[in-house]
Every structure is written in structure tokens, then in C-alpha cells.
């Protein structure tokens, strides 16, 4: 997303591939696979399955190995295409023709989203797949269940409205809420850990600011209070269900990555510190002058040791921020000069951390 709002005239879409697996092969087999057909009524009646065994001549949903083989197929087709894949993520998958970017994609399954330049021929990936419709900016584009939507002509936002229409506000019983006891009921544990994957997914994907309480909410020795907290959080979560990540218009050849990072000392179970950072990218002159920002990754959680004192955690929140920071700098080193990740530590892009004293400190 970023890549697309930098990036002049280039178009951002998403699409989705009827039947993944199916388009794929078994590669490795060295057995024969049988399957019985599915049987209902209206199968039945109308006579799809004429026999009872089948035997599986390619890639089918269920068998043990069919996600990789699917990757592994989507990998060779993009490389057909000219596609390589970034060698920090498999599959994301960069175009350069000339030395310069023409495309960049993302694959999860049977979801692509892609951005590429107006040269760029894009009816041979239509082609090299078997695609359902296809979504382009600035009509809403949903991805992986987070949608984008077009904000103005230099921005656009990452949302998870329909996910949070759909996970319904959840309260405790009258019953409950006058009963003595404080330990959760097993039913009630499930119900915790239900409401915290909600909170889990939103929180990683598009929120931020509902990372630290996301954390703290989990520990040992659960009570109804937790789980009335919990509820509290997703209701925040829902009444706010339009809050979400804003991508700005960047120079994409003058930017730096910029993590800051900072900790809680001993506020957590067990006199653990709750440790947090966000990295963003930044127009380079951010040195010298206020200028706009993405946030491109973050984090809150609990420091794996007791530290001894405030500075000793601020340490450790900049150590895991600048550890972000500079794998940030490098992807987009090898996104946007080919230069390989793996090979040498980022040189084109700028990479800066910085302990976050106060909250009046990232404004200065």
C-alpha cells in the first residue's frame, strides 16, 4: 500500500482464485489417492457422482499437503511470469523490468493483492490463473478480511468494519455480575479466549491502540473481572469500528524508516514490563522538521525476564524496535533497488530508532 500511494499513476486491485487448489498438482505423489464423492439428495438426483470411488489425479482441498502445493504452484507461475520472490517473505513477489519496479503482489492462498505501474501489462496474470472478480481502487477493496478504502487523493485507510459488525457486543449475565465467586467457569474461559483472538486479529492488522490492552488482558489465574474487561475492549473496539491505519503519499525514493519504542516498568503479572514500539515510514527530512508518517509494524507485549530498573526496559523496548526497523529497511531495499535482504544490511534506506520518553516526545 504503501508502493501504490508513492507511486504515481499506479493501479492497486485485489482478486481471488476459483478453486486454488484445484489449479494445482500433486508433484511429489508416489501413491494413488481415492476419495469417495460427496452425497446429498439433490447430488444424488442429479447424477454428478457416477461412481463411488474417484481417484485424485491432482491438487484437492484436504489432503495433508495441498496448501504447499499451492504455493508452491502459484510460485511458478509468477516466476514465469517474471516475478521473483522477496527473500524475506515467500510470498511476496516483486516485477523489475530495466532496473526499475513495475509490480509488487502479496498472496495469501487464494488472495492476491496486487500494485503495479500503467506500462505494466497485467492481463498476464489474469491469464495464468483461474481469477473470480476483480476489485480495483478507489472502489473498496477488501483483502484478507481488512477493507481499504480511499480516503482523498493523498490518503487512504485500512479498516476492519465488516469483521467488527460481525462479532456481536458481548455483556456478562445479571446473574453473573451478583454471583460471589471471581473464578471464570471453564465456559467462561473459552468465551475469554474467543473474545481475545477477536481482539488478537484486529489489534495486529489495523489497531494499534488496542495492542497494550490486548496484551495485559492475557496472563495466569483468570477472574471475572478479565473477561468483563475484555468486553469492555471489544466494545471500545466496536464503538470505533471505523479507526484504522492511514496510508499517506510518500516519496518512495526519499524515505526513512523511523521505530520508536518504549516500556512500562514492572506493570506487568509476575513484575514483568510490558515493552511496545511502532515503526513508521517517514520523508527523510523528518530530521530537521515535522513530516508525514505510516505506520508500517508495532508491537505490545511482556518482556520475557524481569528487568531491573526503567532504563533497562526502555533499552530492551529500542533493541526490539531498531530489530524491526532495520528488517522494515531492508525489505524496502529489496523491493526498490534489488537490493537481496539476506545478502548485506540495507544501504539505501534510512533506518533510525528512538526511545519514547513521553507522549508529548513524539510530537517533538
Not at 457416477?50 to 491432482?58: K, N, P, R
Amino acid at each position: 500500500l504503501n508502493v501504490f500511494m508513492s507511486m504515481d499513476g499506479w493501479v492497486l486491485a485485489s482478486a481471488d482464485a476459483t478453486a486454488a487448489f484445484l489449479q494445482g498438482s500433486q508433484t511429489g505423489r508416489t501413491q494413488s489417492v481415492y476419495m469417495e464423492p460427496p452425497r446429498d439428495p439433490l447430488l444424488n438426483k442429479l447424477g454428478v457422482f457416477a461412481h463411488s470411488l474417484y481417484e485424485v489425479v491432482g491438487n484437492v482441498y484436504g489432503l495433508v499437503n495441498a496448501p504447499y502445493e499451492w504455493a508452491q504452484e502459484v510460485v511458478r507461475r509468477l516466476n514465469g511470469l517474471g516475478f521473483v520472490g522477496h527473500t524475506l517473505d515467500a510470498m511476496t513477489f516483486i516485477l523489475h523490468e530495466g532496473g526499475r519496479l513495475m509490480a509488487m503482489c502479496i498472496v495469501h492462498v487464494d488472495d492476491l493483492l496486487i500494485t503495479y505501474s500503467p506500462k505494466y501489462n497485467v492481463t498476464k496474470l489474469q491469464a495464468a490463473f483461474e481469477w473470480g472478480s476483480w476489485s480495483y481502487y478507489p472502489e473498496e477493496i477488501v483483502y484478507c478480511g481488512q477493507e481499504i478504502r480511499k480516503i482523498d487523493s493523498t490518503r487512504l485507510k485500512v479498516v476492519q468494519v465488516e469483521f467488527l459488525n460481525a462479532t456481536p457486543p458481548k455483556n456478562l449475565s445479571r446473574e453473573r455480575r451478583r454471583a460471589g465467586t471471581e473464578d471464570l467457569t471453564a465456559e467462561e474461559v473459552t468465551e475469554f479466549k474467543s473474545v481475545i483472538g477477536s481482539l488478537q486479529w484486529v489489534s495486529g492488522r489495523t489497531r494499534p491502540d488496542l495492542s497494550a490492552s490486548t496484551s495485559l488482558l492475557q496472563h495466569k489465574d483468570l477472574k471475572l473481572e478479565d473477561l468483563r474487561n475484555a468486553y469492555t475492549v471489544l466494545a471500545y473496539a466496536r464503538e470505533t469500528k471505523d479507526t484504522g491505519i492511514v496510508v499517506r503519499k510518500l516519496d518512495p525514493m526519499n524515505i526513512a524508516v523511523v521505530a520508536y519504542g518504549d516500556a512500562s516498568w514492572g506493570n506487568a503479572e509476575d513484575n514483568r514490563t510490558q515493552i511496545g514500539f511502532v515503526v513508521c515510514l517517514a520523508d527523510a527530512r523528518r530530521l530537521k522538521e515535522k513530516t508525514p508518517a505510516n505506520v508500517i509494524d508495532w508491537r505490545s507485549s511482556r518482556s520475557k525476564r524481569v528487568v531491573r530498573s526503567t532504563l533497562a526496559a526502555e533499552t530492551q523496548a529500542v533493541d526490539d524496535a531498531t530489530d524491526h526497523a532495520v528488517f522494515q529497511a531492508a525489505f524496502l531495499d529489496e523491493i526498490l533497488y534489488q537490493q537481496k535482504a539476506t545478502a548485506q544490511a540495507p544501504r539505501r534506506t534510512q533506518c533510525y530508532s528512538c526511545l519514547l520518553y513521553t507522549s508529548d516526545a513524539a510530537d517533538e
